[in-house]
């Protein structure tokens, strides 16, 4: 089968055809995947971030067919459609109770993921990026790492609700908590910005606002519902009517300057949620008193805080009924073999998601 490897950080990705894979064991299923989506985050896990090992098949936005189940595997069976999660819930641990399975407890870090597929290329087992290694063929994910897709979504557009769209969409919906009649401003419009501009306007949002250096993606924000869109360097608060500064801002960049601009954007009592993931050095100051007295909420999103196996069907329902545009997150669909022009087009930010149908 055809694999994506990254051999060296900074590296560029070698399609090889001569990878393998273990049979799927217990709690496990094996899926031949049919279409994957490139994120920023495949980009930066591709540089070493976030301990990732290499030599390395990365991928974490997946759909496609299940090919075998293991033992004791209940509620999929050999070819079902299903989305791929790089958030598996065990079901059970404190947070898993809590309807919380986005922060499950028992998921491992990307640098502990190792090679759950039992992946080789040649003669060199290889990691396997986020457990999902979605830039292969096939790969063996846990049981609960799959969830079931109706016959009539696309693999190309149900991969994006593996990580984009839920993300975005969910710090809207689910973290911010966006109200009927809310002000909301989005920084950062690449698919989690976008999907996250979806969200708000989905939740009703009255003033939905987006910032991004990019006049394209701009563009795009006010296809999506954005009321208005500006520059990094415009004042966003000048499109507000009577307002000391928004309801909700999402920062889906995720940088001290963004988060610090994010704050400032909010009114006193206002929310912000933080979307995108930062650097771990990259700190962000707030006095004591900015707290107590402007009374804001910063609240960190991971996964959009959602629980995938509610979200993925009212995601397709909203996209079934024309209300959540997931065609439009899709610049372009192309075979694997076109994965470094993909990646080339991701790092340098001109690219929104491209899919790669395997």
Same mark, same amino acid.
């Given at each position: 089968?055809?694999?994506?490897?990254?051999?060296?950080?900074?590296? =560029?990705?070698? !399609?090889?055809?001569?990878?393998?894979?273990?049979?799927?064991?217990? +709690?496990?299923?094996?899926?031949? !995947?049919?279409?994957?989506? &490139?994120?920023?985050?495949?980009?930066?896990?591709?540089?070493?971030?976030?301990?990732?090992?290499?030599? &390395?098949?990365?991928?974490?936005?997946?759909?496609?067919?299940?090919?075998?189940?293991?033992?004791? #595997?209940?509620?999929?069976?050999?070819?079902?459609? &299903?989305?791929?999660?790089?958030?598996?819930?065990?079901?059970?641990?404190?947070?898993? &109770?809590?309807?919380?399975?986005?922060?499950?407890?028992?998921?491992? %870090?990307?640098?502990?993921?190792?090679?759950?597929?039992?992946?080789?290329?040649?003669?060199?087992?290889?990691? !396997? +990026?986020?457990?999902?290694?979605?830039?292969?063929?096939?790969?063996?994910?846990?049981?609960? +790492?799959? @969830?079931?897709?109706?016959?009539?979504?696309?693999?190309?557009?149900?991969?994006?609700?593996?990580?984009?769209?839920?993300?975005?969409?969910?710090?809207?919906?689910? *973290?911010?908590?966006?109200?009927?009649?809310?002000?909301?401003?989005? @920084?950062?419009?690449?698919?989690?910005?976008? *999907? /996250?501009?979806?969200?708000? %306007?989905?939740?009703?949002?009255?003033?939905?606002?987006?910032? $991004?250096?990019?006049?394209?993606?701009?563009?795009?924000?006010? =296809?999506?519902?954005?009321?208005?869109?500006?520059?990094?360097?415009? $004042?966003?608060?000048?499109?507000?009517?009577?307002?000391?500064?928004?309801?909700?801002?999402?920062?889906?960049?995720?940088?001290?300057?963004? @988060?610090?601009?994010?704050?400032?954007?909010?009114?006193?009592?206002?929310?912000?949620? @933080?979307?995108? /993931?930062?650097?771990?050095?990259?700190?962000?100051?707030?006095?004591?008193?900015?707290?107590?007295? $402007?009374?804001?909420?910063?609240?960190? *999103?991971?996964? +959009?805080?959602?629980?995938?196996?509610?979200?993925?069907?009212?995601?397709?329902?909203?996209?079934?009924?024309?209300?959540?545009?997931?065609?439009?997150?899709?610049?372009? #669909?192309?075979?694997?073999?076109?994965?470094?022009?993909?990646?080339?087009?991701?790092?340098?930010?001109?690219?929104?998601?491209?899919?790669?149908?395997?």
């Amino acid at each position: 089968m055809r694999a994506a490897v990254i051999w060296e950080p900074e590296g =560029r990705f070698e !399609v090889r055809s001569d990878a393998t894979r273990d049979a799927a064991g217990p +709690g496990q299923v094996a899926v031949r !995947v049919r279409a994957a989506g &490139v994120c920023q985050t495949d980009m930066s896990l591709a540089a070493g971030a976030f301990g990732q090992q290499m030599p &390395v098949v990365l991928g974490h936005e997946g759909a496609g067919e299940v090919l075998e189940v293991g033992p004791d #595997v209940t509620g999929v069976s050999p070819g079902d459609r &299903v989305l791929i999660t790089w958030v598996p819930p065990c079901g059970y641990c404190y947070h898993c &109770v809590r309807h919380e399975t986005y922060i499950c407890a028992n998921r491992k %870090r990307s640098s502990e993921q190792g090679n759950p597929s039992g992946l080789t290329v040649g003669d060199t087992p290889v990691q !396997v +990026g986020l457990g999902t290694g979605t830039f292969a063929e096939e790969t063996v994910v846990p049981a609960n +790492g799959v @969830i079931p897709l109706p016959d009539d979504i696309p693999f190309e557009y149900a991969a994006l609700l593996g990580c984009a769209v839920p993300t975005g969409f969910g710090a809207a919906v689910h *973290s911010a908590q966006v109200e009927p009649g809310d002000s909301v401003l989005v @920084i950062g419009c690449g698919a989690v910005g976008l *999907s /996250a501009v979806q969200g708000a %306007r989905i939740a009703g949002a009255a003033e939905l606002i987006a910032v $991004d250096p990019q006049s394209g993606r701009r563009d795009l924000a006010r =296809r999506f519902g954005a009321t208005d869109a500006f520059g990094p360097d415009d $004042d966003p608060r000048q499109a507000l009517i009577d307002s000391p500064g928004f309801d909700v801002v999402i920062d889906a960049v995720a940088n001290s300057a963004t @988060i610090a601009s994010a704050w400032r954007a909010a009114r006193r009592g206002g929310r912000i949620a @933080i979307v995108g /993931a930062g650097r771990p050095e990259d700190l962000v100051e707030l006095t004591a008193q900015d707290l107590f007295h $402007d009374e804001k909420r910063l609240i960190g *999103s991971y996964y +959009g805080s959602s629980d995938m196996r509610r979200e993925v069907p009212r995601l397709i329902a909203l996209w079934r009924a024309g209300r959540l545009d997931l065609e439009g997150m899709v610049d372009e #669909v192309v075979d694997l073999e076109r994965i470094n022009d993909v990646a080339l087009g991701q790092r340098s930010g001109h690219t929104l998601r491209t899919m790669l149908t395997l």
